[in-house]
């Protein structure tokens, strides 16, 4: 049993410092295939889709469209996506599927390239979080206080997000020291 202990600890040394390789994923738009199309006006599937979804980076975007509506997935700036602009898109996806891996943090800003499905509410907005850091809040605006005879309440805003990095209990590097200091224990 002794002589297991060094192997053991070993194992569990290279499961912890890679287990979190694997971690990027697919998501098929929508949610349902095809996902990629004019949405319901009753309820905005594809807005309320990505709400509901926590993306990072390497993970895959899987766009599914019928190819006889001549539709593609555009990516675009802001600016464009609030317009509805497909001119001179950052890239453009055709082919079905249309697979995008997410490899930068940050909103990513998707638009139809078929003529008015964009302003028919075919587009989509990603947040995606970078897998090195946690999300940051944003900080809460300040509430100014009106004139009245009660008193009123002012909002701080939160605090500065801190750059400062070590070891927490989720990252592979914190669970290899574990197991190095097991495995000079043993």
Same mark, same amino acid.
């Not at 004019?38 to 905005?44: C, F, K």
């Not at 019928?66 to 700036?77: A, H």
């Not at 079905?96 to 998707?110: D, I, K, Q």
């Given at each position: 049993?002794?002589?297991?202990?060094? &192997?053991?600890?070993l194992?569990?040394?290279?499961?912890?410092?890679?287990?979190h390789?694997?971690e990027?994923?697919?998501?098929?738009?929508? *949610?349902?295939? $095809?996902?990629?199309?004019?949405?319901?006006?009753a309820n905005?599937?594809?807005?309320?889709?990505? !709400?509901?979804?926590?993306? /990072?980076?390497?993970?895959?975007?899987?766009f599914?469209?019928?190819?006889?509506?001549?539709?593609?997935?555009? %990516?675009?700036?802001?600016e464009?996506y609030?317009? +509805? &602009?497909? %001119?001179k898109?950052?890239?453009?996806?055709?082919? %079905?599927?249309?697979?995008?891996?997410?490899?930068?943090?940050?909103?990513?800003?998707?638009?139809?390239? !078929? $003529?008015?499905? +964009?302003q028919?509410? %075919?587009?989509?907005?990603?947040?995606?979080?970078?897998?090195q850091?946690?999300?940051?809040?944003?900080?809460?605006?300040?509430?100014v206080?009106?004139?009245?005879?009660?008193?009123?309440?002012?909002?701080?805003?939160?605090?500065?997000?801190s750059?400062?990095?070590?070891l927490?209990?989720?990252?592979? /590097?914190?669970? !290899?020291?574990?197991?190095?200091? *097991?495995?000079?224990?043993?």
């Amino acid at each position: 049993m002794a002589s297991l202990i060094p &192997i053991l600890s070993l194992v569990f040394l290279l499961f912890a410092a890679f287990y979190h390789l694997g971690e990027a994923r697919n998501f098929t738009v929508g *949610g349902s295939v $095809p996902g990629w199309k004019v949405p319901d006006p009753a309820n905005n599937t594809l807005k309320n889709w990505a !709400a509901g979804r926590r993306f /990072i980076v390497g993970d895959t975007l899987v766009f599914h469209y019928d190819n006889k509506t001549n539709d593609s997935v555009l %990516e675009v700036t802001e600016e464009n996506y609030k317009n +509805c &602009i497909t %001119e001179k898109p950052v890239n453009e996806y055709k082919g %079905e599927p249309a697979m995008v891996t997410l490899s930068v943090s940050g909103p990513h800003y998707f638009i139809s390239g !078929a $003529p008015g499905n +964009c302003q028919k509410d %075919e587009k989509l907005i990603v947040a995606v979080q970078s897998t090195q850091h946690p999300p940051i809040p944003k900080p809460a605006a300040p509430t100014v206080p009106t004139p009245s005879k009660s008193p009123t309440t002012v909002t701080a805003p939160a605090p500065a997000p801190s750059s400062a990095v070590g070891l927490v209990a989720g990252s592979g /590097i914190f669970w !290899a020291i574990v197991a190095i200091i *097991g495995f000079a224990w043993a």
